[in-house]
């Protein structure tokens, strides 16, 4: 009897703790140094909190001598929102005077399950199964699911007019310098199907998994590169 009762007692016990908070995303600042090709630059990033979620704003510009090839820039805008660990797009908007892509602005309506917009002078609308990611908010999605546990084996990302599943792999950790310091970071690597294009971001545990280097390859071949100068948390 008296064992029943402890045992009752420890279900008790166990059902009145509380589940665990979710661990939210840190408002920040940072700056890495960026190489494209033969092009070298400057990415600027900014993560503030919304009423709802993040805005996230990504700048790239050309620096010293690489102003001679190009003065363009690259600058996306991603909004999402935050519910019960869910990070969910809301309106992606990018301009890209480097390679003179068609300029993009979609919006993300879940109460349709539809995201419509334009890229460039074309009109488009597709509709959404499932939660989607533009090419921004997914690696903010990333940092939130290593927080809170792991990142999941597959995400789908909106590409162009087009629904694509991105496998994710867990590269393993390494030590990494930069900067902004030495890191042990894990690897983090997304490839979209059908694509020859694999991204990586090596995500730093004591940054919020803040990527400290993103890294390109096209084919095996390295595009693009960017590696942490500074990181500055936001006061709220």
Known sequence: MRLARWAFAALLALLSIPALAEVTLVPHTAQYDVKISIVSGVLN?????????????????ATGMSKLLTNGSMDVTSEFSSSDGELKPIRFHAIDTIKNDPDVDLRFDWSTNEVSGTIGEENVTQKLDGVVHDSVSIQYRLMSDLLNGGAN????????????VADVTNTGTKKVKTKAGTFVAVGIQHQKEGSSRTTTLWCVEELGYLPVII?????????????????TPTPE
């Open 45 to 61: 990033t900014e993560l503030r909190r919304t009423a709802g979620g993040y805005l996230a704003h990504h700048v790239v510009r």
């Open 153 to 164: 084996d597959r995400y789908t990302l909106f590409d162009i007019e087009k629904l694509r």
């Open 215 to 231: 890294e390109q390859h096209r084919a095996g071949k390295l595009k693009f590169r960017a590696t942490l100068e500074r990181y």
